[in-house]
């Protein structure tokens, strides 16, 4: 029979062994910087990731290649813009890549620029169909690709495939080349070309997929698989490494782990985010949505050459810091408040933040950051908290609703009656000394008690007191400086201190004590006192340390190193080797608590930087090990013409040679990077183009620079970059501007041969003048002798011809007579015509009214008879006949012509322009034409059709004006 009640309690047992795992993390978290999608506008999923030798970051990503300085995302897309699957750099500098049916690599070219060379032409057919490459690695060489179906070989220009129904993983392990088949287990290859069985390596669970191999001491291999967890295989055999954690982490899927430069292992899953493990099996750190990833879903993992963790996410790129010196800590996991005080007492760590005290137990772990543990809130400690200060071996919390000291876990108040500052020993004795909103106050023990001695020592508010040769000095911000003195009763009281010298400001007044000194600092600059003058006199030391800029903090710890904080930037004046190092931790700037900093030294190993979120912890030994000279790289070098650019340097290479540049195109610009991704904001550069610049720029956050209209000539770009004081080598690109082509070496031959051609010209020019001049003077004698022949012969012809003039006017005369008179006679024959018309008309009416009368027949035939002599009579074809050719003699043949000239004109037309051109008047024509006005009219207008007369030309006009041809 089964009992129930055992397994309940073992399964209790396990879940209670598990808790630990579950609920406790270290307690400071590296900072995490996130790329999003839209960050590096490639696709969302990246599933490897490595690193050349220059520093550079490679990403396979579903949009391609990605590379990444620090600086500036390049994507590089395949053919087909197929995604990837596996990226490697190899030894020789070439960056292999796997996609959807595809293998090759991209090598840079002389310029620097990547161009992508495929693998799959060196395939035989039936290897060339196949899907996702999802591993590649490198050996003596020889570079490897696994499908699920195959392992490809690439060595000495020629590929083998290795085909099984399903390969599941392929992997360095140290200088060997590991392989998971599904019937035969871990294979290595051997020999260059056989893959033989590992020893146990079939012993691993049926259905085992394994994720990662890496080498567990001088003969083990530890072994990730994604459902079963960790085992160890070594020359005993195979054995689970299963710890409670390690079970944990197995059921958030597995999908990737490896070995981080302190030894531990981090293991990437696909539902929990990320997992640092110590050698034994204990969970050391989770890192997940809380602690700032975009994505639980990790589908690659890298450690860079400086130990920050990337990883490839289901949907973006993340970057943890691991390494780093400074870490977060956030005593409310939900709410960052602001960090005002922190104090380590009784192997316990307190923290003091806007919202209360809170703390966590302290392990013997040197760096405290990397304690496991949570922060629970002090009981009786809600509220704004300014202090916490260890005196006579116990925590007091200066609260904003009194003053409170720690007893067993919880605050114990003292007094309510005003809000405290601080704390501190007052003199030797056994006192108290405290700074409240309004005044000093004393506090002392009374048996189990702390209580407020008597005797409050009225000032204002005093958050800044120093004690200095047994004198209580306060510091207001902008009251003034005042010292505490007894009166003539012997009571202290605070007094105004007297500013001789006007050296107190109207703001920003603050003292501090440093190397047994009162010092002074406020807008004026940084004083010390001097008690045998009885004044603050300027510190020669600190000015020259931090000159003319505001000092709002100073504090000096235990190794007599000096902290310091200058408006928005923290650092410390480093005592340990022996001289005065200044180091600015850019990392912190503008994210402390400004105007109310605290940082509390406890060792080197651990210092407390009260910050806006919660609290920083600096490991200053960790810090200056690491302190390294940056460096920085040339990336891109375009030329641009017209909104065009043009990529002439790829950064992918040195970039040593010496490019010409056409004079076009003198508009470049070079971007540059430090490849510094813990902290790249912190990043600052400085350059300078040898050859046009007199001096470095000043330092700023630019990574690019671009020169317009460089004139001709030799350049070098010079470049450097500062992170925290240090700074880097420059990085050199030389380049040439080639002149314009009106001013290289065949234009200025052009321009001498010109030269000599235009001078030979001129002499020519000028031998041509003075022969012409001559010939001239001649021309002139000869030209003066012929114009008197010319003028005699001129005089003679205007004689003749006025002569011939004289006989040509009077031959004219006498035409025109002649014409005169025979236009007369045509007119006067015309109107005889008209006037013999009128004539017949009447005696024709008057006939025919006669014929009507009543008469005999015979009579009406006789009248019938002259009827008839008279119509013969009326006919005017005879008398126009005869009109016409009087018409065309005077007139030139001007009938003639114009019938001619218009063939269609009909004789009743030519009759018409006939009496037009004489300028007979309408009712006349009438007459002679034997028709009415109105058709007189019609006919003209008919006349204007036929010439094709514009509406503002007169018809007799044009008639009148018309001579026939030539």
């Known amino acids: 029979m089964v009992d129930h009640k055992y397994y309940g309690f073992l399964l209790l047992c396990i879940l209670i062994a598990g808790l630990p795992c579950r609920a406790q993390n270290v307690i400071g978290n590296p900072s995490i910087i996130n790329y999003s999608k839209k960050s590096y506008k490639g696709g969302n999923q990246n599933w490897d990731i490595d690193q050349d030798e220059r520093g550079v970051m490679y990403f396979a990503n579903n949009n391609g290649l990605l590379t990444f300085d620090g600086v500036y995302w390049q994507t590089y897309q395949l053919p087909n813009g197929i995604a990837l699957r596996s990226v490697m750099v190899a030894k020789d500098g070439n960056i292999y890549v796997g996609g959807q049916g595809q293998i090759g690599y991209f090598k840079a070219d002389a310029q620097g620029r990547l161009a992508y060379h495929s693998l799959n ?12 490459v999802w591993n590649i690695c490198e050996k003596d060489n020889a570079v490897f690709f696994r499908i699920n179906s195959k392992i490809f070989v690439l060595n ?17 392990a140290g200088k060997d080349i590991i392989a998971h088949n599904a019937n035969r287990g871990l294979l290595i290859f051997e020999n260059g070309k ?6 146990f390596g079939d012993r691993l669970p049926a259905g085992a997929a394994v994720r990662s191999i890496i080498p567990f001491g001088t003969d083990s291999l530890l072994i990730a698989t994604q459902q079963f967890g960790f085992f160890i295989l070594d020359h005993k055999g195979l054995s689970s490494f299963g710890t409670p954690s390690i079970r944990e982490v197995a059921t958030q899927s597995i999908y990737q782990a490896l070995q981080l430069p302190d030894k531990n292992f981090l293991v990437a899953t696909r539902l929990g985010g990320c997992y640092v493990i110590d050698r034994k099996g204990h969970l050391l750190e989770r890192i997940t949505i809380n602690e700032g990833l975009q994505s639980q879903n990790t589908l690659s993992v890298k450690a860079d050459r400086e130990g920050n963790i990337w990883l490839g996410l289901d949907n973006g790129i993340d970057v943890v810091n691991y390494t780093d010196a400074i870490k977060h800590i956030f005593p409310e996991k939900e709410n960052h408040n602001t960090g005002f005080a922190a104090a380590v007492y009784h192997q316990y760590l307190y923290l003091g933040t806007s919202a209360g005290v809170y703390r966590t137990p302290l392990s013997m772990e040197p760096d405290i950051s990397r304690n496991q543990g949570r922060f629970e809130l002090v009981k009786n400690s809600k509220g704004e908290v300014w202090g916490l200060s260890v005196v006579h071996n ?13 007893n067993n876990g919880e605050a114990v108040l003292i007094d309510n009656s005003i809000g405290y500052w601080g704390f501190q020993p007052y003199g030797n004795s056994k006192q108290i000394l405290a700074g409240t909103y309004n005044s000093i106050s004393f506090l002392e023990e009374a048996g189990s008690k702390i209580q407020r001695s008597a005797g409050l020592i009225s000032s204002e508010s005093a958050r800044f007191v120093v004690q200095h040769n047994g004198v209580i000095w306060i510091a207001h911000p902008y009251r003034g400086v005042f010292r505490v003195v007894r009166d003539a009763q012997g009571k202290l009281e605070a007094k105004p201190y007297t500013d001789k010298e006007r050296v107190i400001s109207n703001n920003n007044n603050r003292i501090f004590k440093i190397a047994g000194k009162l010092i002074l600092a406020d807008d004026n600059g940084i004083f010390e006192y001097n008690s045998n003058k009885d004044k603050f006199i300027r510190s020669v030391y600190f000015e020259k340390m931090f000159g003319k800029t505001l000092v709002n903090y100073l504090q000096e710890d235990r190794y007599e190193n000096i902290w310091f904080t200058q408006g928005k930037k923290i650092g410390v004046v480093d005592k340990s080797s022996g001289f005065s190092r200044k180091t600015y931790f850019t990392e912190l700037e503008d994210k402390f608590t400004f105007n109310f900093e605290h940082i509390n030294v406890v060792d080197s190993n651990n210092v407390f930087i009260a910050a806006e979120k919660g609290f920083f912890h600096l490991n200053l030994r960790s810090y200056n090990n690491k302190r390294k000279k940056p460096v920085v790289h040339i990336r891109s070098v375009r030329t641009r013409i017209n909104e065009n650019d043009s990529l002439l340097y790829g950064g992918y290479t040195d970039g040593t040679e010496s490019p010409l540049i056409q004079y076009s195109k003198s508009g470049i610009m070079l971007s540059f990077s430090a490849l510094e991704y813990s902290h790249p904001d912190d990043v600052e550069y400085s350059y300078q183009l040898e050859g046009f610049d ?23 770009f010079r470049v450097k970059s500062r992170i925290g004081g240090e700074e880097s080598a420059p990085a050199v690109y030389h380049f040439i501007i080639l002149p314009p082509w009106y001013q290289t070496w065949w234009a200025i031959v052009l321009y001498v041969f010109a030269g000599i051609g235009l001078l030979w010209l001129l002499l020519k020019y000028q031998r041509q003048r003075d022969f012409k001049e001559q010939q001239k003077k001649l021309l002139q004698q000869k030209r003066e002798h012929e114009e008197k022949q010319r003028t005699l012969e001129l005089r003679h012809e205007l004689e003749v011809q006025e002569n011939e003039k004289k006989i040509i006017q009077l031959t004219a005369d006498k035409l025109q007579s002649e014409l005169d008179h025979r236009n007369k006679e045509l007119a006067s024959s015309a109107m005889n015509l008209v006037r013999k018309i009128e004539v017949m008309s009447t005696l024709k009416e008057s006939l025919q009214s006669y014929k009507n009368m009543p008469d005999t027949e015979k009579s009406g035939k006789e009248f019938q008879k002259i009827i008839k002599t008279i119509d013969k009579e009326l006919d005017q074809q005879q008398e126009w006949e005869q009109f016409a050719f009087h018409f065309d ?31 007979i008047s309408t009712k006349e024509i009438a007459q002679l034409m034997n028709i009415s006005v109105r058709g007189v009219e019609t006919a003209r207008f008919r006349l204007r059709k036929k010439f094709l007369l514009p509406g503002d030309v007169h018809l007799a006009d044009f008639l009148i004006r018309f001579e026939g041809p030539a």
């Open 694 to 716: 007199q001096q470095w720029s000043a330092w700023g956050e630019k990574t690019e620079k671009e020169f317009s209209n460089l004139p001709a000539g030799k350049y070098t």
């Open 121 to 132: 032409p060196l395939l035989s057919p039936e290897d060339n169909t196949f899907t996702d």
């Open 156 to 172: 000495k220009g020629k590929i083998e495939a290795y085909a099984s129904n399903y390969w599941s993983f392929l992997g360095e």
């Open 394 to 406: 116990k925590l007091f919390i200066a609260h904003a609703s009194g003053a409170y000291y720690v």
């Open 194 to 199: 056989d893959w033989k069985p590992l020893p």
């Open 889 to 919: 003699k005077v007139h030139n043949n001007y009938l003639q012509h114009l019938k001619d000239s218009y063939p269609s004109l009909s004789a009743n037309d030519l009759k018409l322009c006939a009496y037009l051109k004489l300028n």
